[in-house]
């Protein structure tokens, strides 16, 4: 930890920049363009405003196996309509395996109930050979979809892989999801083929899935057949005409695993939005895209490399198990996790990361902030020497989250935090290995992604909050939107505020040293007398003030005012919402956000409404008071706790017109 307060809290060493796989790749350019860097700033200048050059270099330094030639990396339209590399054919799931140690560990598989177990690559290859084989036995081929319900096992990563070995397009939600958003998911992309599992365990219970598989696949006419795997629990359930995984897709295949390679812009996966205010949109990502984008993260910004173990906890209907997945690129282990992260209690992962020996854990801010609320020690009695770094998404992680991390985890752990989304697959701001980190502040700008913060007049800025834009087009960037025929949702998610122009939706500040902070969401963001304040800023005040547990604040639109700006609180045990604890909240929002800011009211709820990966829902609920209809709001089965939203339906109808 630097001494002084605007310094450092973690910088590399000397032998870790050196022995960087992103300082091996500035040596090749070196070496092999005759390019000289003054440091990572100017990379990043050259990766973004030389994207051919750039993208064409990882193709050669990556060694990509492809058939074919590209007359040029990019076909020069405007985004979104950009293509990459086109004549050109490859396979993702090839240069997955491509010189693996057969007898090197792959995966590493736990769960709440009994010890991890490893999967190494060569069993793992055999297994999805496997798989690959019975697919192409049900007839899938190139193009043809394959829905999983799953949860955060071997058999969705086998699964997965199978799939990308032939081509066909893979979608996968976690069991955890209701029936309801799961339809809204995989009706609209027409599978052929649904893999799911009868059950799952996870905080300590047991959930029998088999009614909803069986009302899955009679409810979606395009599904020819149902593989069932036998999960963690005794289900006595059945799935009619069902077939069962281990004789479908886990016997052994006769030959060796094949790979068709397919165009650059052939569909890899389908990922969804989080579904929150209506059909979720079905985000196409391509077999080229990913892995050019995915080999440049994984190695150069995650540092990652065989011998590594990394950890993200996940589940399979976030785009962050794509991400751990796309890990197995560098030769690294990944370990999956299947269950609660808080059974029996928050230190359940970090007993983990020392009985496995992680090198990278990754989670989210919630996670993070959970562990720093409850007074969790993880270096405490454990052993983490193997732990390099800890990553963070999902949300802001506050500046205390990062004194957390360097006081009870240890001084020498490189803390990344990122940000990206869903909508690209990646983090396009985030961690590198070679530079400092600074409290409460993203590393820098990923490599080929050219990330601005613009003012509303379309203005780059620098030192203040702004609109985090896109100003040029990345590889992992959707092919399209599933049945989004003419283009017309896409062009409305991220263009229609600056034309040709990616808006993400996220507030952002670019600092002059070349960091940056994420304000949140930049669509739930509260402006007040022309003071915007991202909601996180909100939740790090209110959430400072002892007794308090949760928080939600919404902006309600009120003519001839700034609007009426209600917090929601959930309170500690024994904790009363008394005039003393109304006015400590007051005083530390006016204090650390704006006076403007200070809540017209504060109301208790039992919990927070979020995602199943833990976002909180505010533009909903914001729908919900100025008068939605509730299930136009928000799709309760995409919810982690649908429980939540009834307080603010009865609410809304208590407080009429706010106005």
């Known amino acids: 930890m630097s001494e002084a307060v605007d310094g450092p ?3 590399p060493g000397q032998e870790d920049i050196e022995t960087a796989n992103l300082t091996a790749y500035e040596g090749w350019l070196r ?7 003054d440091d990572y700033r100017d990379l990043w200048s050259w990766s973004t405003l030389n994207p051919d050059d750039f993208w064409s270099s990882l193709k050669e330094y990556f060694e990509v196996m492809a058939d074919g030639d590209f007359t040029s990396v990019t076909d020069g339209a405007p985004m979104p309509s950009t293509r990459w590399f086109e004549g050109m054919s490859l396979n993702y799931a090839e240069h997955v395996f491509r010189g693996r140690d057969p007898e090197a560990v792959a995966i590493v598989a736990a769960s709440e109930d009994g010890s991890p177990r490893e999967i190494t690559w060569a069993e793992l ?6 798989a690959a084989s019975g697919l192409r036995t049900l007839g899938v081929t190139a193009g043809d979809r394959v829905a999983a319900y799953l949860p955060n096992v071997p058999e969705a990563v086998i699964s997965f892989l199978a799939c990308a070995a032939i081509g066909a397009v893979w979608s996968s939600c976690s069991p955890d999801f209701g029936a309801g958003a799961v339809r809204d998911r995989f009706a609209q992309i027409e599978p052929r083929i649904l893999i799911a599992v009868d059950g799952y365990r996870y905080g300590g219970k047991s959930f029998d899935r088999t009614g909803v598989v069986a009302d899955l696949a009679a409810s979606m006419p395009s599904v020819e057949h149902t593989v069932l795997v036998r999960g963690a629990i005794d289900s006595t359930g059945e799935v009619p005409g069902a077939l069962d995984w281990e004789s479908t897709l886990g016997a052994r295949a006769e030959g060796p695993l094949e790979f068709t390679r397919v165009p650059f812009s052939h569909p890899l996966w389908i990922l969804y939005s989080s579904g929150t205010t209506g059909l979720p949109k079905a985000i196409v990502q391509g077999q080229g895209g990913i892995l050019f984008e995915h080999l440049k993260v994984m190695h150069l910004h995650l540092d990652a490399r065989p011998g590594d173990r990394i950890f993200w906890f996940t589940t399979t209907g976030w785009m962050m198990w794509n991400f751990l997945v796309s890990c197995l690129l560098t030769g690294a282990s990944i370990v999956l996790y299947d269950g609660n992260p808080g059974h029996p209690d928050l230190d359940a992962l970090w007993d983990l990361a020392e009985e496995v020996g992680f090198t990278c854990f990754g989670t989210s801010a919630s996670y993070l902030s959970a562990c720093m609320k409850e007074g969790v020690e993880p270096a405490r009695n454990r052993d983490l020497s193997r732990l390099r770094s800890i990553g963070s998404t999902g949300s802001p992680l506050p500046p205390e989250g990062f004194d957390w991390v360097y006081r009870e985890v240890g001084s020498d752990v490189w803390l990344f935090s990122t940000s990206g989304g869903t909508d690209l697959c990646t983090a396009f701001v985030g961690g590198v290995p070679t530079l400092p980190v600074y409290r409460g502040e993203l590393q820098a700008r990923a490599l080929g992604a050219p990330v601005e913060s613009w003012d509303e007049d379309g203005n780059p800025l620098v030192g203040e909050v702004g609109e985090l834009v896109l100003t040029g087009p990345m590889p ?3 092919l399209f939107l599933w049945g989004d025929e003419d283009g017309a949702r896409y062009r409305d998610s991220y263009f229609d505020v600056y034309p040709g122009i990616w808006r993400h ?3 952002i500040e670019l600092t002059d040293r070349g960091t940056a902070i994420i304000y949140g969401r930049s669509d739930s963001t509260i402006n007040r007398g022309g003071i915007r304040m991202g909601t996180s800023e909100i939740y790090r005040a209110v959430l400072g003030v002892e007794g308090l547990r949760d928080a939600l604040v919404v902006d309600i639109p009120k003519e001839g005012t700034e609007g009426w700006m209600p917090l929601f ?18 005083t530390e929002i006016r204090g650390r956000c704006s006076p403007r800011h200070v809540p017209d009211v504060l109301v208790e709820i039992d919990e927070v409404p979020r995602t199943l990966s ?3 829902l505010e533009v909903p609920v914001k729908r919900i008071l100025t008068g939605t209809a509730p299930e136009r709001a928000a799709s309760r089965d995409s919810l982690a706790n649908p429980g939540s939203l009834d307080f603010f339906v009865e609410y809304a109808a208590e407080l009429g017109d706010p106005a």
């Open 569 to 586: 609180v959930v309170l500690d045990d024994g904790v009363e919402l008394d005039d003393a604890l109304i006015s400590k909240v007051a």
């Open 31 to 37: 070496d092999r363009r005759g390019l000289e860097f």
């Open 614 to 616: 833990g976002k909180i």
């Open 505 to 507: 939706g996220d507030w």
């Open 9 to 11: 809290v973690w910088s």
């Open 476 to 478: 992992s960037m959707p």
């Open 125 to 130: 290859e055999a297994s999805v050979a496997a």
